[in-house]
């Protein structure tokens, strides 16, 4: 009977020991030390911030007015917390262009086909993103499926730039009239093929012309197939605008006049050339010139002030012809034989070289010889060329070398020397072409495939990318042209083929 209270008094002792033992395990770990209160504080920002942010937010005035009661006694452990800390520091300098919209410089030869005006010489960055999409979506035909809710996104978003779309959109539509081109680069020319400009009519003989229209957007050819072609040019399918067909008359040059108005053709054998005045229909054939004692009429040139003719006679023999009348004015002789001959860009001068490497400066109104001099070590003169700038004349000989003077010295200097030798040719140099802006001079032979070069101004180096290595397809070049702002180049082939290349660095035709 008494060992019974006995053990109830042990077990309850017992029990009384673990729970004190529990209550003091307890408030261990109820006690932070500082420095866990520390941590606390920087990275919950202390209780009162803790609890704010843990409290629904209808009890958050309840839960500020119990936290305001222990303001007081933890102000001390929190000001400690924070002066033990060091304060956080400031940036040693910062960058004013990281708050400025990023630019991209659109002048790079890789971005330059994103352009849609060349005053764009910049663009920001979702604008370049923008121009990228519209590249892809015009070469996959439309946008594709997966892409249209994004494209809704930025449908929206465009919408508030309604403005600088307009703005965009002037410069666009006005081109160069607004900036002009920049200055093209050497080295590598950005060029591209199209489709050729008469493939709407493709001929089976030798082309011997081809020329841009000197205003609108039409390319004529012609060639040993007795016919004359317009065509529009695109670069796409340039449609056949008019084809006329000359009986018994193979086209051996086709010009037009100076307004664009005429077309003018002369044969192989024949004394006779036609006009072809294209705003009545009509083609007017001109048999016999009084005074002109030729046996047969070929090579011309047309004067930019569209009031001379200038014909390539026998003997020597330079004929001017009025445009209006077509009667003779008068004549110039060299020594030799004249083998090509080309009017100064104003018209004042004409400019011809011999077979037997002399080249002669005319006046035109009183036919003066105002120089002559030796083409350096020219045997044999093959053509000229003179640049639409007036500052340089070129002149090609039959051992491909090609000398450019400077305007100023063939007219002061009785030998002068040339600024540059182009020895680019192996053949004898039969065709040259300056564009308009003077910054390419395009050399060709007509003695084998693939001979022509496109050579940069003013540091007279060929761009290496032109014609394409192994790729022949310029056969026998017979004449070149320039469009009339450079946007294009054609190539008049053996094969009856008006090769058309685009020149991506001119924006406009």
């Known amino acids: 009977m008494s060992t019974r209270p006995k053990k109830r008094a042990a077990s309850r002792g017992d029990e009384e020991a673990e729970r004190c033992k529990h209550l003091k395990r307890l408030q261990a770990l109820g006690e932070r030390s500082e420095v866990e209160r520390r941590l606390e504080e920087l990275v919950f920002g202390g209780e009162d911030t803790l609890l704010e942010k843990l409290q629904p937010a209808q009890e958050q005035d309840l839960g500020k007015t119990l936290l305001d009661d222990d303001s007081d006694s933890d102000s001390e452990v929190e000001n400690e917390a924070k002066s033990s800390f060091p304060a956080p520091k400031k940036a040693a300098w910062v960058d004013e262009e990281d708050a400025v919209e990023e630019l991209v410089d659109m002048t790079h030869r890789f ?139 193979p086209v051996y040059k086709a010009r037009f006049s100076a307004d664009g108005e005429q077309v003018i053709a002369t044969s192989i054998h024949n004394k006779m050339f036609y006009m072809y005045d294209m705003m009545a229909g009509k083609v007017i054939p001109v048999y016999n010139v009084r005074g002109l004692e030729e046996r047969k009429v070929k090579k011309f040139e047309v004067s930019p002030d569209g009031l001379f ?16 009348t077509k009667e003779l004015v008068g004549s110039m002789k060299i ?62 000989s039959s051992s491909g070398v090609v000398n450019v003077y400077s305007r100023d010295h063939c007219l002061d200097q009785t030998n002068p020397k040339p600024v540059k030798a182009i020895k680019n040719l192996v053949t004898a140099a039969t065709s040259m072409a300056f564009n308009p802006t003077t910054e390419i001079l395009a050399i060709a032979s007509n003695a084998t495939d693939d001979a022509v070069k496109m050579i940069h101004i003013p540091s007279f180096t060929a761009f290496s990318n032109f014609p394409v290595f192994r790729r022949k397809i310029i056969h026998l070049a017979q004449e070149m042209d320039f ?6 180049f054609s190539i008049a082939t053996n094969r009856g083929r008006a090769l058309l290349y685009r020149v991506k660095h001119y924006a406009d035709f």
């Open 309 to 324: 003719l200038l014909l390539t006679g026998s003997s020597g023999y330079l004929h001017l012809l009025s445009m209006k």
């Open 483 to 488: 469009s009339p702002r450079s946007g294009f």
């Open 111 to 249: 971005r330059k086909n994103l352009l849609k005006s060349s005053a764009e010489k910049t663009l920001s960055v979702e604008k370049l993103q923008q121009r990228l999409k519209e590249q892809f979506q015009s070469a996959m035909g439309g946008t594709p499926s997966w892409a249209e809710k994004t494209d809704k996104k930025r449908r929206n978003k465009e919408n508030s730039d309604d403005e600088s779309d307009e703005d965009e959109d002037l410069l666009r539509k006005t081109g160069n009239f607004v900036s002009s081109s920049e200055a093209l680069p050497k080295g590598l020319l950005q060029i591209k093929k199209c489709i050729n400009a008469n493939h709407a009519r493709p001929s089976d003989a030798r082309l011997t012309t081809t020329q841009f229209h000197p205003s609108a957007q039409v390319i004529l050819t012609a060639g040993i197939d007795q016919s004359l072609s317009l065509f529009q040019v695109d670069g796409k399918t340039n449609p056949k605008i008019q084809s006329i067909h000359l009986e018994r008359f």
């Open 335 to 396: 020594n030799g034989q004249a083998v090509g001959a080309t009017f100064s860009p104003d018209g004042s001068t004409v400019y011809t070289n011999s077979n037997e490497g002399e080249v002669y400066i005319w006046d035109v109104k009183s036919r003066k010889c105002l120089n002559r001099f030796i083409d350096e070590g020219c045997l044999r003169g093959m053509c000229i060329a003179v640049s639409r700038n007036g500052q340089y004349v070129a002149c090609g």
